[in-house]
């Protein structure tokens, strides 16, 4: 096998393995599982993967990349920090019936019981507050927002957000989505000492 073709193979797993755990979840998902969905032998799995932990952790790792990817993207643009807020906001509140909330719920859930995903899981929200909190500090500085503690707004804007999202992802119709985005644009302005509809 040739390294290009182990990389294409390893995305495809990840993939599919991604898939696996959003229906069957975290604890129900068996490598058999992600080789049979994969159309592949169980060895082929263990060759990339060590263990079903390293497995999991790795496709939890790469679902939360896709979003990162854009995170970073709108991070180092040169849009204004007011922008740079709204798009935050909108990738981070869940969507519809988001595929990548029900993992990440999953994920905090199985990391009580699995270090290697807790870790993983750690590191990746841990970006989320980082980004938010350049964010903030970036409008604080052009006078844009007023905020004392950038980081802990952060922290508080993306609590409510978790809060919400575990909400309307385990509870279908539990609010509308209008309400989900008001309490979400009320609570980041009160954050930065700005009115909620510039976040329109």
Request: hydrophobic share 45%.
């Amino acid at each position: 096998m040739t390294r290009r073709s182990a990389e294409v193979r390893l995305d495809s797993l990840l993939s599919t393995a991604c898939d696996v755990i959003v229906e069957r979840g975290l604890a129900n998902t068996r490598t058999s599982d992600v080789a049979a969905a994969a159309g592949v032998s169980q060895a082929l799995v263990f060759y990339h993967f060590a263990t079903k932990e390293n497995l999991l952790a790795q496709a939890f790792a790469y679902a939360a990349e896709q979003d990162l990817a854009r995170l970073h993207s709108v991070v180092h643009s040169t849009a204004t920090p007011l922008e740079k807020l709204k798009k935050i906001l909108r990738l981070y509140a869940p969507q519809g019936r988001s595929k990548s909330w029900a993992m990440w719920i999953d994920g905090w859930s199985e990391s009580l019981r699995t270090p290697e995903l807790e870790k993983v899981s750690r590191r990746l929200d841990l970006r989320w507050k980082e980004a938010l909190t350049e964010v903030i500090t970036a409008g604080v500085d052009e006078g844009a927002f007023k905020c004392d503690d950038p980081a802990g707004a952060a922290w508080r804007i993306l609590a409510i957000i978790d809060g919400l999202a575990v909400q309307v992802t385990v509870h279908d119709r539990v609010m509308s989505r209008r309400q989900l985005s008001e309490w979400i644009r009320l609570s980041a302005a009160r954050e930065i000492a700005i009115e909620p509809a510039q976040l329109i």
